[in-house]
């Protein structure tokens, strides 16, 4: 079993930054793949990123490609999203969510799911 808790979420302006955490509790968690999804309002949820369990691979959707940086730190069972020059499209509520499976784009892959996180991006 592992729990997931996000953290850093918040409101910026147009351009700035902010980095999200994803705090993993089970002693497995170095093992799972972690993806980081986001769903706006009446929107569906999608993709953003996911890295496997080493750090070896990451995977971007095209929207946040070389804007946002996924990272993971195993000793400290925690999983990063480090968000740069934020878009007003980047508001959602944001997840992060493991698998022992390889990465993938859908939620529906992942068994574990934190209870998400408000990003805000102001113009």
């Known amino acids: 079993q592992v729990q997931l808790v996000e953290s850093g979420g918040g409101l910026v302006q147009a351009g700035g930054s902010l980095r999200l955490s994803c705090a993993a509790s089970?002693?497995?968690?170095?093992?799972?793949?972690t993806g980081w999804f986001r769903q706006a309002p009446g929107k569906e949820r999608e993709f953003v990123t996911a890295i496997n369990w080493s750090g070896s691979s990451t995977y971007y959707a095209n929207s946040v490609k070389g804007r946002f940086t996924i990272s993971r730190d195993n000793a400290k069972n925690t999983v990063y999203l480090q968000m740069n020059s934020l878009k007003p499209e980047d508001t959602a509520v944001y997840y992060c969510?493991?698998?022992?499976?390889?990465?993938?784009?859908?939620?529906?892959?992942?068994?574990?799911w934190g209870q998400g996180i408000q990003v805000t991006v102001s113009s």
């Open positions: 089970g002693r497995t968690f170095s093992s799972y793949a």
């Open positions: 969510a493991a698998d022992d499976s390889p990465p993938s784009t859908q939620p529906s892959r992942y068994d574990y």
